[in-house]
Each structure stands twice: as C-alpha cells, then as structure tokens.
C-alpha cells in the first residue's frame, strides 16, 4: 500500500477559510470560500506541485460559503453583502439571486430538485428555483438563527440557535413553497428536533445514502442520528466526545475545543471531523468506531471537504479563536492541504 500523500495549494486564501467544495464531476476541482471577501476555484493536481490556482472572485464582503451547481462551470457563493449569489466560473459573471437582510450563512444545491437554497442570519431560508428563473424565489421563516445547512436526494437538515434542528422533505416543502407568493410562512418542517448534543451546533452534514445526519458543538462533541422517526431508530442514536486534548497545567482534565467541520466520505458513509485542536479525525458511524486521526495540523481546522469520487480529503486551517487573539489576522496562517486517500483509508472497520 502507497503512503498517503499530502501537500499543501500554493496560492491560498489571505483570511480564515469558510467552506471548501469539491467539483460534482471532478476530483481535482475545488472551490474555497474566504473571509478575504474571494472565492477561489483551485486545480489541485497540476503539472506544478500545490496545484494552480484557476481564477478569484471577489465579492463585496466576506464570503461564508460556497457550492457548485448543476456542472463544474457553475457555482453559488453567500455572503457578509447579505447576498446569494451565481458565479459562472468560465465567464467570471456574477448574478444576485436574492438578498436577505442579514449576512447569509449557507448555500446548497440540490441536483435532484434544480434547487438552490440560502440561510440567513435573518432567520429565513430563501428557495431559489433554478429551472424557472423568472419565478421569484420564496422566503420561510425560521424560529431561530440557522448555524449549518446539509443536503441529501430527498431532505433538508437546518441546525440553528437554541439546539434546534428542522428536516424538510424536499419534494412536498418546495411543491408548497412554490406554490406561495413571497413568503411560506405557514410551512411546517416534515420533522423538527432538538439537538441531543447540550452546547451550540458548530455543524450538520448528512449521511450520503439518505438516512441521517451527523451534527458537532462547540464542546468537542459529535451526535449521530437516523432520519427514520421509527421508535427502533431513534434509539440508535447516539453522541460521542471527541477533539480534546490533556491539558499540561491540570492532571486529569482536557482542553475541549469546538468540532468546527463535518463531512461524509461519498461512497464508504464514514465521516471526517475537524476540531479547533487542529486534528482531523476518521470515523465509522453505524459500527460507532475511530478509524483514524491524522497528525496535528498547524492551526484550528475550519473545513473538510471529499471529492466526488472519495480519493482525496482537503482540509482548511486557520487560526480560530481558541487562542484568545483580539487582533484577529489570518493572513500567513491559512492553508489548504489536499490528502490523497489509499483504497481502504476511509473504509469502515464493521462493528467491534
């Protein structure tokens, strides 16, 4: 078995990394969203070692996060400008699909539905209707501040302030928002929850095969949960403690540091956590195990993000705040790596 490669893009982003994406069709393609107000779209394996920097969009404020479209060429950014917006990576072309009244936190594209939806710090979700542009795109309300967006085939998992977790079904909650002018506020979600982890929600992400979700706080905790709201299911639940390291000064207690990042491996279902001790951890979740944790990064973990076909893992460092720096700066201190996986590196192990 080859040793597993790692190395670092050249070019990365001037401020803290918000979110990483993968291309829907291509391994090598990446996009990173930044707080240097630019969204970068990266070739990771060039005929230069540390890839090449394809091209920069710069937006008017900090990008908190982006996703591809429909293809490769097709991309959508949020932002501190409260904006939504498309990108045509090609032409460079920036069109506003909707502005929200605060920043917006997240975006996702469901390939399924041709659908693109926003989450705001204004406590809205905006669906944007993709195949019909001419359709305004409709606004839902949501109790509290949305955290994190995740996305599968059929549903929509929303994590917000206060511990609570809205899924939508997909087909039915866009058939009855579009069928609303403006705003949906009538619309109930298919199930609502409250997060089994006690301390704030850091991030969601959900199982590719459709049947669950895995969510992380801000106290070095991961939860993981089954859609199914069968009472045999929900008992199948369960949450683990995770990114804490011993603390020098005090025998017998750890450091816990927020588990700032999620992501599920596209085919083995295993996921990736990233934690504010800068450790990148491997996890199967139905045998409930560790797989593996990789060594220490030099900085906070902020984003994870598989390729389409599972080989590689990019992982976005940057100074986060565990540190108590007031004079923030992630110049010089962010870095994107890029880790190629071996075969069996992301396979679950099967229960004990």
Same mark, same amino acid.
């Given at each position: 078995?080859?040793?597993?490669?790692?190395?670092? #893009?050249?070019?990365?982003?001037?401020?803290?990394?918000?979110?990483?994406?993968?291309?829907?069709?291509? &391994?090598?393609? #990446? #996009?990173?969203?930044? %707080?240097?107000?630019?969204?970068?779209?990266?070739?990771?394996?060039?005929?230069?070692?540390?890839?090449?920097?394809?091209?920069?969009?710069?937006?008017?404020?900090?990008?908190?996060? @982006?996703?591809? *479209?429909?293809?490769?060429?097709?991309?959508?950014?949020?932002?501190?400008? %409260? !904006?939504?917006?498309?990108?045509?990576?090609?032409?460079?072309?920036?069109? @506003? #699909?909707?502005?929200?009244?605060? &920043?917006?936190?997240?975006?996702?594209?469901?390939?399924?539905?041709?659908?693109?939806?926003?989450?705001?710090?204004?406590?809205?979700?905006?669906?944007? $209707?993709?195949?019909?542009?001419?359709?305004?795109?409709?606004?839902?309300?949501?109790?509290?501040?949305?955290?994190?967006?995740?996305?599968?085939?059929?549903?929509?998992?929303?994590?917000?302030?206060?511990?609570?977790?809205?899924?939508?079904?997909?087909?039915?909650?866009?058939?009855?928002?579009? !069928?609303?002018?403006?705003?949906?506020?009538?619309?109930?979600?298919?199930?609502?929850?409250?997060?089994?982890?006690?301390?704030?929600?850091?991030?969601?992400?959900?199982?590719?095969?459709?049947?669950?979700?895995?969510?992380?706080?801000?106290?070095?905790?991961?939860?993981?949960?089954?859609?199914?709201?069968?009472?045999?299911? !929900?008992?199948?639940?369960?949450?683990?403690?995770?990114?804490?390291?011993?603390? =020098?000064?005090?025998?017998?207690?750890?450091?816990? $540091? =927020?588990?700032?990042?999620?992501?599920?491996?596209?085919?083995?279902?295993?996921?990736?956590? *990233?934690?504010?001790?800068?450790?990148?951890?491997?996890?199967?979740?139905?045998?409930?195990?560790?797989?593996?944790?990789?060594?220490?990064?030099?900085?906070?973990?902020?984003?994870?993000?598989?390729?389409?076909?599972?080989?590689?893992?990019?992982?976005?460092?940057?100074?986060?705040?565990?540190?108590?720096?007031?004079?923030?700066?992630?110049?010089?201190?962010?870095?994107?790596?890029?880790?190629?996986?071996?075969?069996?590196?992301?396979?679950?192990?099967?229960?004990?």
């Amino acid at each position: 078995m080859a040793p597993a490669i790692q190395f670092e #893009l050249s070019n990365p982003p001037t401020d803290a990394v918000s979110s990483l994406q993968f291309a829907p069709n291509s &391994p090598t393609r #990446l #996009l990173v969203s930044s %707080w240097d107000k630019h969204v970068y779209l990266y070739e990771t394996h060039g005929e230069e070692a540390g890839g090449r920097l394809i091209e920069k969009y710069e937006h008017r404020a900090p990008v908190l996060d @982006v996703c591809f *479209g429909a293809d490769d060429n097709e991309a959508f950014s949020a932002g501190m400008d %409260w !904006q939504v917006k498309r990108i045509n990576l090609e032409t460079g072309e920036q069109t @506003v #699909l909707s502005t929200h009244t605060a &920043p917006v936190k997240s975006v996702v594209y469901s390939k399924e539905h041709s659908l693109l939806v926003s989450a705001s710090w204004d406590s809205t979700l905006h669906f944007h $209707y993709l195949s019909n542009p001419e359709k305004e795109p409709t606004t839902i309300p949501l109790p509290q501040k949305p955290h994190s967006l995740s996305i599968t085939a059929s549903k929509l998992v929303v994590a917000m302030s206060a511990r609570l977790l809205y899924i939508y079904q997909l087909q039915s909650t866009m058939m009855l928002a579009s !069928q609303a002018n403006g705003t949906a506020a009538e619309l109930k979600p298919w199930q609502q929850r409250e997060s089994s982890l006690k301390f704030m929600t850091r991030a969601v992400a959900c199982m590719p095969n459709d049947d669950g979700y895995a969510t992380s706080s801000i106290e070095g905790r991961v939860a993981v949960e089954w859609f199914d709201p069968s009472s045999d299911s !929900q008992a199948r639940k369960y949450a683990f403690k995770c990114h804490r390291q011993p603390d =020098p000064e005090n025998e017998g207690t750890d450091i816990v $540091y =927020p588990v700032n990042a999620l992501a599920f491996h596209p085919t083995f279902g295993t996921f990736a956590s *990233g934690g504010g001790d800068g450790v990148v951890a491997l996890w199967d979740a139905v045998a409930k195990r560790r797989i593996r944790q990789y060594q220490k990064y030099p900085a906070s973990v902020a984003a994870l993000a598989f390729s389409c076909d599972g080989k590689y893992l990019a992982v976005g460092i940057c100074p986060g705040f565990e540190t108590g720096q007031e004079d923030y700066s992630g110049e010089g201190a962010t870095k994107v790596y890029i880790r190629e996986l071996s075969e069996t590196e992301a396979k679950g192990k099967g229960a004990k």
